[in-house]
């Protein structure tokens, strides 16, 4: 059975982005032009979902809103002629029709998953895409993995191998390669220290779950930041052989981190066919200028 119902956990708190999200969502910061949200939307979209929910939190209207219609910057746009842009933000509404529960307190990403109990109903496998992680990749980051599940008929999680000295930032995988970027998950531990981390294949924010993961996710108590970890429900899967590390293919950009935003908005930028070329010869004249090294 495919898999067509997607999961964006949107209800973190995104202290890392303080003060810009004292005030809105993280997820509504615009990489060039477009929010965030909208690159995993559309990666879901073209990996085939068509049934989405977003698990939001206080002070996440926003993120309704921009999914919504909005009649007074329609019925502006129609008048003054700006067909264009019209059509810009009246596709943005129709894009897809988008489900919302309220994760009441941040209590942990592995809480907000739980939160899409009702909503998952009877699918055996449904996807998670975390907003944090920007994939760029011919084929969807989500597409790919999908091959993977149809395949091995288990969960998948995304994994990328990251420096060493950056794994107590990610879940960290326990596996043995049994294909070309495919691993058989023994275990996963939740930001080790670097001497303490198995392994230096980190889990990006892409996940396909069975909906068994709920009845594991009701008995997980705080663990790492006193938060319910994802991690420590996808161990019980771990446990019983029942989840896959896949490596994709694709650039990734962390952009819930200001250094991951920068460098997704400059590259980003760079690909535009209407800002790219005077990008780069900005960014190749300040290099000059301030005498700038790598
Ligand atoms: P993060 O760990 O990035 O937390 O959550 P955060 O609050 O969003 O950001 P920082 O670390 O404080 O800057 C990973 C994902 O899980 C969601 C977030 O919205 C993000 O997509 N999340 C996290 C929830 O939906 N609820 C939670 O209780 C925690």
């Not at 969502?25 to 073209?46: C, F, G, R, S």
């Not at 008929?153 to 390669?177: C, F, L, N, T």
């Not at 920068?262 to 930028?269: D, K, S, W, Y």
Request: overall charge negative; proline content about 6%; hydrophobic content about 40%.
């Amino acid at each position: 059975m495919p898999v067509t119902k997607a999961v964006f956990p949107v209800a973190g708190l995104g202290t890392r982005f303080l003060p810009a999200t004292k005030a809105q969502p993280k997820e509504m910061l615009p990489l060039v032009d477009k929010p965030t949200i909208q690159y995993v939307m559309e990666e879901a979209i073209k990996s085939g979902i068509d049934d989405f929910l977003f698990v939001t939190g206080r002070g996440k209207m926003a993120l309704e809103d921009y999914f919504d219609h909005s009649a007074e910057l329609e019925y502006h746009l129609k008048e003054k002629g700006k067909t264009d842009l019209l059509a810009l933000v009246e596709n943005i509404a129709c894009m897809c029709q988008i489900h919302y529960v309220r994760q009441k307190n941040p209590l942990g990403l592995g809480h907000a998953v739980s939160c899409a109990r009702q909503h998952v109903g009877n699918d055996p496998y449904f996807a998670v895409l975390l907003g944090d992680d920007i994939i760029v990749s011919d084929i969807p980051c989500l597409a790919q993995m999908m091959v993977v599940h149809e395949r091995t008929g288990k969960a998948v999680v995304a994994v990328r191998r990251v420096p060493h000295e950056q794994v107590s930032s990610y879940g960290v995988i326990d596996g043995r390669e049994v294909g070309k970027g495919i691993w058989e998950i023994r275990d996963l531990v939740e930001k080790p220290r670097p001497e303490d981390a198995p392994s230096d294949l980190a889990v990006i924010g892409r996940y396909i779950l069975p909906s068994s993961i709920f009845p594991i996710l009701d008995t997980i108590q705080p663990g790492h930041g006193g938060e319910i970890q994802l991690t420590d429900a996808l161990r019980h899967l771990a446990r019983d052989g029942q989840i896959i590390g896949y490596e994709f293919e694709g650039t990734r950009y962390d952009v819930g981190d200001p250094k991951g935003f920068l460098r997704a908005t400059i590259e980003l930028a760079l690909e535009r066919d209407d800002l790219g070329k005077d990008l780069g010869s900005y960014l190749a004249r300040l290099v000059q200028e301030r005498g700038l090294r790598p």
